[in-house]
């Protein structure tokens, strides 16, 4: 085992303390011993943090995102659980008052000053899963709408949370992700989003464009971030019962299921996985 350079400094430290003693010259050697104590400190304080595996996870207070916060924190995980209403997140806030390994934390992915300020205030945690989650999802009206009634409104804000704002936060986290040791960033996309196995009617217009466009957004960062062995994943959850809406769709699967199985995929995930679009089965998706 290599030793650190931190314990490398200490032992001179301690050695420079020792002869300062040996030659009675004990106002220096105090100042030493307590510098090399906070040393101490501050590097145990250091592994503390990064001691567990760390997920930061966007939208984290419904949905598959709080199903993950569950399931990863049954598996001893620190969760960085992020809300854009921290105040309204009951069950979240439930979590986290039972296990203080559960961070909860205020963002709105479209707040790009509040995405580079988490990021900075997390600077010296390593994140091993960065999982962008939160999505502007379709609602009843917005999914039927056609060419004569679309909100171009809710067009851009399509885009602003399901496309740019995980491009965002890949970019305010990347060297969080870097210094960790599974390096992944799985960003939940959608079947919407391929021009394959979405459905093939004219529906869910702006949700199946932000999909397409975060699939783009990441595939291509995919090339640029593999030489730092990151490995960035484009994940469907299956048609999962989050609202009561899709609950009564066919096949639709439970949230803690998708999760888990999602979970399974997540764990078998190798670098040559990298800018892949895939299922919660691990199947291959198509573009
Ligand atoms: N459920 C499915 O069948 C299905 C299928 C395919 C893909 N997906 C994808 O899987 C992910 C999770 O789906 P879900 O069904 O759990 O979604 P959901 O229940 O609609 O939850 C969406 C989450 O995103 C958050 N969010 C929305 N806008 C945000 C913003 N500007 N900043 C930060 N957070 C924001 C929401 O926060 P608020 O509570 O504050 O609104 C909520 O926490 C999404 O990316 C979705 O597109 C889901």
Known sequence: MQASP??????????????FWHHGLMNISVPILVA????IASASATKAMNDKPTVLITGANRGIGL??????????????????????????RGLATENPDILIEQLDVTDHKQVDALAERYKNQAIDILLLNAALGPTPKTAMSQLATLDWEVGRQSIEV???GPMKVSQAFMEHVQASQ??????????SGSFVAGSQA???????????ALNMYLHTLAFETRKHGVTIVMLHPGIVATNPGLSKMPGALKTADSVAQMLTVIDGLTPEDNG??????GESMPW
């Open 6 to 19: 931190a314990f490398g400094h200490l032992i001179c430290l301690v050695g420079l303390c020792l002869i």
């Open 182 to 191: 599974k390096k992944q960033i799985i960003a939940m996309s959608s079947d």
């Open 67 to 92: 199903e993950f916060v569950r399931q990863l924190a049954d598996r001893d995980w620190r969760i960085i659980a992020t809300a854009r209403s921290p105040d309204d997140a009951v069950e979240l």
């Open 276 to 281: 892949h679009f895939i299922d919660y089965r």
């Open 36 to 39: 090399t104590s906070m040393m």
């Open 162 to 164: 399901n496309a740019i």
């Open 202 to 212: 004219p529906i869910l217009y702006h949700y199946k464009m932000s999909k397409a």
